[in-house]
């Protein structure tokens, strides 16, 4: 652990924006979270092992005890399952877990709000949204996750500046968006050369500004940094299928560019297209290489981070567990099945979200289909015909209305 915590310092002394990610953060009651301290103290993602199982079980009865003495509503669902304390891995899937969407409907939190460090929303207008308040530990552990994986997956450049497409939102101080939050966090980990924003702000709210976007790109093409495009896969394709119309040649970046989308195609649904196809357009438009085109996904409730390896599996990190469950049963499934997308993790102090049942569904596959040596899952898109709003969808209506 000493040479890890040398590196990232290290790390942190070439980026100064690495600094708030590679940090000591302490549990906020250390003597009744020390395992969950312990598991999150762990800075390798993709360390697999009977010891870091047995850490997690013990992390997880301790989140668990948290949230039942801090949560009426949380305490309920427990007693009515039974009281379960989970002893192996095999019995997590036991603990209660809350849906998504009740988030959305009640505000559910396990500390004061005089401890919440941090507010952030899983929509921009309108519509069901969540607000959730972070206490310092939830939210500071989170990031410092992200940035693990990132340097575990190679996508920290420390000293070459890049030149920024940011396919999100332009920042504003009034906006707690959580995926403007994250994308614009994206931009931590190589030094800014210069940043174009996809989704200008214009003083009354954001407006989509394919054109900008399609000057800066051929702007940085004729620079010699690397270009990172990050944000919603539906402005990225965008971009890249305006600069195909106007008729622009194929551009190419130097090596050590970078895609990385989040958020999906939720409410351009329509206009979404497959994974290949979509590594394929950009490949083709701005000759980034596909195992340089990484997808994330996440979400403000449940914020670690799941990003595609070069192989693009979305690998099981070891903070977290997944479970699938039966879209009719609930019951949990084996590998191989598509089921909701259950997350388990003890990272999150500051409300009952350390078991939560998504409204996605995805499948659960086994450790072995490629170089990183955790189970990974694919993500099959949102369950039910009714639409769901989230910080995507308020976004995707920007690119409506252009």
Not at 144 to 151: F, G, S
Not at 266 to 287: M, Q
């Amino acid at each position: 652990m000493t040479t890890a915590i040398s590196a990232d310092a290290d790390l942190a002394r070439r980026l100064p924006t690495l600094a708030k990610y590679f940090r000591p953060i302490t549990v906020p009651a250390p003597l009744e979270l020390p395992h969950v301290q312990e598991l999150c103290d762990r800075d390798d993602p993709f360390r697999p092992g009977e010891d870091t199982d047995s850490l997690f079980v013990a992390a997880m009865r301790e989140i668990n005890a948290w949230h039942v003495a801090r949560s009426p509503l949380y305490r309920a669902a427990w007693e009515k399952a039974g009281s379960p304390v989970p002893r192996r891995t095999r019995e997590l899937d036991a603990l209660p877990y809350l849906h998504v969407n009740l988030f959305k409907r009640h505000a559910l939190g396990s500390v004061p709000d005089a401890d919440v460090a941090l507010r952030l929303t899983s929509s921009g207008t309108g519509g069901e949204r969540t607000e959730i308040g972070f206490d310092a530990w939830s939210i500071g552990s989170a990031q410092r996750m992200d940035a693990w994986t990132l340097k575990a997956l190679g996508l920290i450049d420390p000293d070459r500046p890049a030149n920024y497409l940011v396919c999100g939102y332009e920042p504003d101080p009034r906006l707690t968006v959580g995926a403007a939050h994250g994308l614009n966090e994206l931009c931590d980990f190589a030094p800014v050369a210069s940043a174009v924003h996809a989704l200008r702000n214009t003083g009354g709210g954001h407006e989509f500004n394919p054109m900008g976007s399609v000057d800066a790109l051929l702007d940085y093409a004729a620079r010699d940094e690397p270009v990172r495009v990050v944000g919603f896969p539906a402005f990225v394709y965008a971009v890249v299928e305006r600069m195909r119309q106007m008729g622009v040649p194929p551009l190419r970046f130097p090596e050590g560019s970078l895609v990385l989308t989040g958020g999906g195609w939720k409410g351009h649904a329509d206009r979404a297209i497959t994974k290949p196809a979509f590594r394929e357009a950009v490949r083709s438009g701005l000759g980034i290489p596909d195992d340089r085109i990484r997808d994330c996904y996440g979400s403000v409730e449940h914020c670690l981070p799941y990003i595609e390896c070069a192989d693009h599996h979305f690998h099981v990190p070891v903070w977290s567990r997944v479970v699938v469950r039966d879209v009719r049963t609930l019951e949990p499934l084996p590998y191989g099945n598509p089921g909701y997308l259950q997350f388990i993790s003890p990272y999150i102090t500051a409300l009952p979200a350390h078991s939560i049942l998504m409204a996605d569904l995805g499948t659960l596959h086994p450790p072995g289909a490629c170089e990183v040596d955790t189970p990974w899952f694919d993500v099959h898109g949102r369950a039910g015909v009714r639409r769901n709003r989230n910080c995507a969808v308020a976004a995707a209506e920007l690119l409506g209305k252009r």
